[in-house]
């Protein structure tokens, strides 16, 4: 499979995620600077974390207006692959490529730390893969993490199995103590009606070998793997 | 001329400095706050031109770029 990782001024998790898709999972994977006019001939995208344009405005505000992303509307209309991560899920919302929006955390307080995550559908191509008993134990880094989106919207997403992962305690209850952020519902994360684009707060690339502490993460990217191997098609 | 634009969260969504300040307000003795909301204000330094033009610009500005409608409402004026 070939991936392109984009790169904007601020993104700091890019290489991060290219080690994963290269060196874990022995993909071919690139960055593609923000400027570029296309993602070129691939098979995905993954828009990385960091903290693009300082995060001035809103978080991911100035970013959805880079030129590349002009290319990642045409790329995920088409029905490409396309997976935001922490500061990548922020752009994606304000891209209007995912329903809702990220805000400050309930606390105030920017969160770096382990969390779990309890997957809420394998529906997708970006869960398809994750065991059913598995708790993703993964990071988190951010402080604008709060998942919104108005009553409508939550409806909708659960009506159309549009959640991806929520935050668990460790044996997958939702709880109020394992949600860091004030998130609705516990959501970390969510995908599009065309079950071709998500987006997920916490950070799998950092969680993906043992070595990290936990390589629960790699199971996202492998279950994108296979899918896109299978040429799956979830509905 | 000058575009003066507010940008607020909306009603529905949680504002956690809002609430932060509003208890460090009552903390110091202010009465009567029955609530706080932190917003943004932004101002727009423009040639002189058509007002109604810039009207039109600006709210689509605000509508696209300088508010996120899913989380904030905005209004301006031009002077």
Redesign the interface.
């Known amino acids: 499979m070939n991936f392109a990782v984009l790169q904007f001024p601020g993104s700091n998790r890019d290489d991060d995620a290219i080690n994963v898709l290269k060196n874990v999972l022995g993909h071919s994977a690139h960055l593609v600077w923000h400027k570029e006019p296309s993602v070129g001939n691939v098979d995905a995208v993954i828009v990385p974390g960091g903290f693009s344009y300082g995060d001035y405005?809103?978080t991911g505000?100035?970013a959805r207006?880079s030129p590349i992303m002009q290319d990642v509307q045409r790329f995920a209309a088409n029905g490409g692959h396309v997976l935001g991560i922490c500061n990548g899920f922020q752009i994606l919302?304000?891209a209007g490529l995912l329903p809702?929006?990220l805000?400050?955390?309930?606390?105030?307080q920017f969160r770096c730390e382990f969390v779990h995550l309890k997957t809420a559908t394998k529906n997708s191509p970006f869960t398809v893969s994750i065991p059913s008993d598995l708790y993703m134990r993964v990071p988190i880094a951010h402080g604008e993490g709060?998942y919104?989106?108005?009553?409508a919207t939550l409806k909708e997403l659960q009506a159309s199995d549009q959640i991806l992962w929520q935050y668990s305690d460790a044996k997958g209850a939702l709880t109020e103590e394992a949600n860091p952020n004030?998130s609705l519902l516990n959501i970390a994360g969510v995908m599009n009606k065309g079950r071709n684009v998500a987006g997920l707060m916490p950070h799998p690339e950092n969680a993906s070998e043992p070595l990290l502490g936990s390589a629960d993460g790699r199971a996202i990217f492998e279950s994108l793997v296979t899918s896109l191997a299978n040429k799956a098609n979830f509905k | 001329m000058k575009a003066k634009i507010i940008v607020t969260?909306k009603k529905?969504?949680?504002d956690?400095?809002g609430k932060?300040v509003q208890s460090a307000l009552e903390h110091m003795g202010y009465k009567g706050v029955k609530a706080v909301h932190v917003g943004k204000y932004l101002e727009i330094e423009l040639a002189d031109g058509d007002k109604a033009v810039y009207q039109k610009q600006i709210d689509e500005a605000c509508h696209k770029?300088?508010s996120?409608p899913?989380?904030e409402d905005y209004h301006f004026t031009i002077e």
């Not at chain 1, 805000?103 to 105030?108: A, G, M, T, Y």
């Open positions: 405005l809103r505000a100035i207006f919302c304000e809702g929006a805000v400050r955390n309930k606390s105030l709060c919104f989106a108005d009553e004030g | 969260p529905a969504v949680l956690p400095q932060t770029l300088l996120n899913v989380i």
